[in-house]
């Protein structure tokens, strides 16, 4: 059965910084492209980063680039989000999802068939 963990959410003050984790079971996370979400109470799902099948490639949104790191870890099956520099936001669910369908865009949230249960996060002072 495919299952999505994740993990490392947290209440973190402007500026800091926070490693979230996404941990899978019952398929090969390498073999697959994996995406990180964040969704704010009312608001729609939206993409923050994406890693292609065997880390080929890797896109970020733009509040993202230079400020947060994608990774995977073949061996424990994981893949990670670096956020560093963290803004005052609303508190958002970060989730990931995996394996793509239909030809969506990375950062559309129709384009993943599984997701995990999600993981709070909250920047503020």
């Known amino acids: 059965q495919l299952q999505l963990v994740e993990s490392g959410g947290g209440l973190v003050q402007p500026g800091g910084s926070l490693r979230l984790s996404c941990a899978a079971s019952?398929?090969?996370?390498?073999?697959?492209?994996a995406a990180w979400f964040r969704q704010a109470p009312g608001k729609e799902r939206e993409g923050v980063s994406y890693?292609?099948?065997?880390?080929?490639?890797?896109n970020y949104v733009g509040s993202g680039k230079g400020r947060f790191t994608m990774s995977r870890d073949n061996a424990k099956n994981t893949v990670y989000l670096q956020m560093n520099s963290l803004r005052p936001a609303t508190p958002a669910v970060h989730y990931c999802?995996?394996?793509?369908?239909?030809?969506?865009?990375?950062?559309?949230?129709?384009?993943?068939?599984?997701w995990g249960q999600g993981t709070q996060v909250t920047v503020s002072s």
């Open positions: 999802a995996v394996k793509r369908r239909g030809r969506y865009a990375w950062y559309n949230w129709n384009a993943y068939e599984y």
């Open positions: 019952g398929f090969t996370l390498n073999d697959n492209g």
């Open positions: 890693m292609s099948p065997r880390s080929i490639a890797t």
